[in-house]
């Protein structure tokens, strides 16, 4: 899946659909996530509580 960035601000942002968020178990409204670089690839997981 291919994805463009987009401009808000001084921040560029990537914009996750709600399948992709439901795979990951991750409800945007309550849960917060921790990126990780790991050789130059962005992972993206549910920050454990």
Known sequence: MKKKLFK???AWVL???KPVLEL????PEK???E???ENK????????D
Do not use: H, M, P, R
């Open 24 to 27: 990951l178990n991750i409800d």
């Open 41 to 48: 690839i962005l992972k993206v997981k549910k920050a454990e």
């Open 35 to 37: 990126l990780e670089v």
């Open 8 to 10: 808000s601000g001084n």
């Open 31 to 33: 849960d917060a996530v």
């Open 15 to 17: 914009l996750l659909q």
